[in-house]
């Protein structure tokens, strides 16, 4: 069958699923064709071995699977990271976190040592040791998000602590300079309403708030101060209505506290200082 033909019966099958994420289309007949996306549309007739595997993804994704869960891969800040249903996809959104985090640890003349705290896929903590020279640790507490993080920190080459734990239970005596986290901060009630591909594919463990979608802010600003050394600092992602509420938990124990946007102009990371 020509592209041309193929790309038109796909387009119709998304519309009929009312799935309107063209690009992802775009993504697997990229993936599977081994062509530039510029290229697709010059694209001739396409082999019927490659039409075959064009269904079968495409038939994944119109059951709502993530193009990422559906490769088993995808890409972060130019890094790239295997995903599987452990763990959360890592977000665009999250770049601003990681490219601020970045920007301070390099201002800092000594080398320093980071904490990410529920770290997934290692999409935050293994960025951050290929782009800095610091000393790196990353905590979660699904094994088998872990087994992700370290098979991405060998691929990426970069060398990096991880550690099973529930928050800080398995880390008591660690002390960093830079705590980081983008912890589960979506509201219960939110997360049944989420998009399928969200809902029924990502590990709620990874999304999960509590009933006002705080309560890892709370447990990690309460215990921060305990695990920061003097001037170390607090980054937080955030949900793009947490601002305040964050700020707000953060006031007793951290000063300078920022709130900084994303690039679609939601409030998305919140960052502080311990005071001294
Ligand atoms: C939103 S995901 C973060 C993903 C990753 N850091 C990123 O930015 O792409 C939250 C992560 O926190 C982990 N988590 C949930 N509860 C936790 C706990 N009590 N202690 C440690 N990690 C936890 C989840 O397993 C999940 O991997």
Request: proline share 3%; glycine share 6%.
């Amino acid at each position: 069958m020509k592209y041309i033909e193929l790309r038109k019966k796909i387009e119709q099958m998304f519309e009929a699923e009312k799935i309107d994420d063209f690009a992802d289309i775009d993504w697997i007949m990229v993936e599977i064709l081994k062509v530039q996306r510029s290229m697709l549309p010059f694209y001739g007739e396409i082999s019927s071995e490659n039409e075959k595997l064009i269904m079968e993804a495409i038939s994944k994704r119109l059951k709502h699977i993530p193009i990422a869960y559906i490769f088993g891969k995808t890409n972060f800040y130019g890094y790239d990271f295997k995903v599987n249903a452990n763990v959360l996809i890592p977000r665009l959104d999250t770049e601003v976190l990681v490219e601020k985090l970045i920007a301070d640890i390099n201002s800092r003349r000594k080398k320093v040592s980071v904490l990410d705290i529920g770290t997934s896929s290692g999409a935050i903590i293994i960025t951050i040791k290929k782009e800095t020279n610091a000393e790196c640790y990353a905590v979660d507490v699904s094994k088998k998000a872990l087994e992700v993080a370290k098979e991405n920190a060998k691929e990426n080459n970069a060398e990096i602590k991880f550690i099973e734990s529930n928050l800080f239970e398995n880390i008591k005596d660690l002390k960093v300079d830079f705590i980081v986290s983008n912890p589960p901060y979506i509201e219960t009630e939110t997360v049944k309403g989420l998009e399928p591909e969200v809902v029924s594919n990502e590990p709620i463990l990874a999304l999960d708030g509590g009933e006002d979608g705080l309560d890892f802010y709370r447990i990690i600003v309460e215990n921060a101060k305990n695990h920061l050394n003097a001037q170390g600092m607090l980054y937080f992602e955030i949900g793009y209505n947490q601002g305040e509420s964050v700020s707000n938990l953060m006031k007793e124990d951290f000063e300078d506290i920022e709130v900084i946007k994303d690039y679609g102009g939601n409030d998305r990371v919140v960052k502080g200082k311990l005071k001294g």
